[in-house]
Structures are given as structure tokens and as C-alpha cells.
T-cell receptor, first 114, second 114 residues
């Protein structure tokens, strides 16, 4: 079975631009979470979506938004990019989103903002 | 507030040495889960273990073992007879019940030299 897949794997943007990152969860998983990992730090929680509804939001500005589609895939959007948005963006999926199971992570999308 | 502290930023050992990675956590929840993840250079977070707050039994899996002590809020990870392939960044993480939000520590970079 395929794991969590993310696209694109690498991308370069300039300040002020907008970016969309995509995530396909493991088949059968209904919960998707997004994390930002700045170089040298641990991942920071951005969003959780379960059954297409937002379940949780981390301490990120409104420039960050996300959504989940009927097939449980998800997109993370970041508007008005800043240099500080340069990071590895990780997507994780779990079966029910209630915290009782493992979270499975993708390999991430590495965003560089110039 | 919830917090995970990994005081060791970087550890270097020679192959076959034993090494322990420390993790201390803070939470007011009575039900929670603790995790260890391994992050190789590829970026993907590889799940190693999950422990719930009601299970303080130590666990051994091959060369890996985990010591969970609720009294000291610690969840330490030991690698016995380390190998070069163990070189990676290791993250300890905390998750409350009923959410997929993980609180990560800052990670410990382990370098195993031949």
C-alpha cells in the first residue's frame, strides 16, 4: 500500500507569492494534519482536518489555510510568502483522528522563499 | 501548557556503543500519548514507538528500548550496539487524547561513526 504522498517535493518561490502544497493520505485514513518544520527545529502543528472539517489549528497567521476534499486528500495554501516561511512542510494521516493511533508522515514538501 | 524537552542537541558515538536519548515532557492531561520518531536526511518522519499514559511498562524492540517514567515525566530511548544506519535526528513527541496534534521536542541529532 502507498504511504502518505506529498507534492511537490521541492519548490522555490519569491516573497509575496502564494503556494499550494498537496497531500494524499494512506488509503482508508480520514484525518490529515499539516506540520511546518523549520531547519534545526521540531515540526510545528499547523492544521488538522477530519472528514473535511477543521479539527484543530496551530498558532499560525491567517495567511495559512487548508482544506480537505471528499477523497480525504488535502491542500495547504500559504499566501503572501515571507522568508520565514521557508521550511519543510509535512503531512500526516491517521485512520480516525482521535489521537489513539499512529500518525504516518509523508516525506514533505521543501519550500524555499527567496 | 504542553511541552517536550530534548536537552541533548547532538550526540556522537562510535559504532557498537550504547546511547540514550533523553525526553522530558509537561502536560496537565491525564490521558496522553508519547512517541519517538526518527528523521533520516530524506525528511520523512519514521514512527518508532507509541506509549499511552497508562502503560509504564518498558519496551524492547531489537536494539531499541524505551523507559517511560511518569513520576519524572520522562520517556527515554536507548539504542544498544549502535550502528551507522542509526545516524539521524530523533524526535520525542506528545499527543493529547482525541487529537492528532503532536507537540515535538527540538530533536537530538545522533551521529554514529564507524
Amino acid at each position: 500500500d502507498a504511504g502518505v504522498t506529498q507534492s511537490p517535493t521541492h519548490l522555490i518561490k519569491t516573497r509575496g507569492q502564494q503556494v499550494t502544497l498537496r497531500c494524499s493520505p494512506i488509503s482508508g485514513h480520514k484525518s490529515v494534519s499539516w506540520y511546518q518544520q523549520v531547519l534545526g527545529q521540531g515540526p510545528q502543528f499547523i492544521f488538522q482536518y477530519y472528514e473535511k472539517e477543521e479539527r484543530g489549528r496551530g498558532n499560525f497567521p491567517d495567511r495559512f489555510s487548508a482544506r480537505q476534499f471528499p477523497n480525504y486528500s488535502s491542500e495547504l495554501n500559504v499566501n503572501a510568502l515571507l522568508l520565514g516561511d521557508s521550511a519543510l512542510y509535512l503531512c500526516a494521516s491517521s485512520p480516525v483522528g482521535t489521537g489513539t493511533g499512529e500518525l504516518f508522515f509523508g516525506e514533505g514538501s521543501r519550500l524555499t522563499v527567496l | 501548557a504542553q511541552k517536550v524537552t530534548q536537552a541533548q542537541t547532538e550526540i556522537s558515538v562510535v559504532e557498537k556503543e550504547d546511547v540514550t536519548l533523553d525526553c522530558v515532557y509537561e502536560t496537565r492531561d491525564t490521558t496522553y500519548y508519547l512517541f519517538w520518531y526518527k528523521q533520516p536526511p530524506s525528511g520523512e518522519l519514521v514512527f518508532l514507538i507509541r506509549r499511552n499514559s497508562f502503560d509504564e511498562q518498558n519496551e524492547i524492540s531489537g536494539r531499541y528500548s524505551w523507559n517511560f517514567q511518569k513520576s519524572t515525566s520522562s520517556f527515554n530511548f536507548t539504542i544498544t550496539a549502535s550502528q551507522v544506519v542509526d545516524s539521524a535526528v530523533y524526535f520525542c513527541a506528545l499527543r493529547s487524547y482525541n487529537t492528532d496534534k503532536l507537540i515535538f521536542g527540538t530533536g537530538t541529532r545522533l551521529q554514529v561513526f564507524p
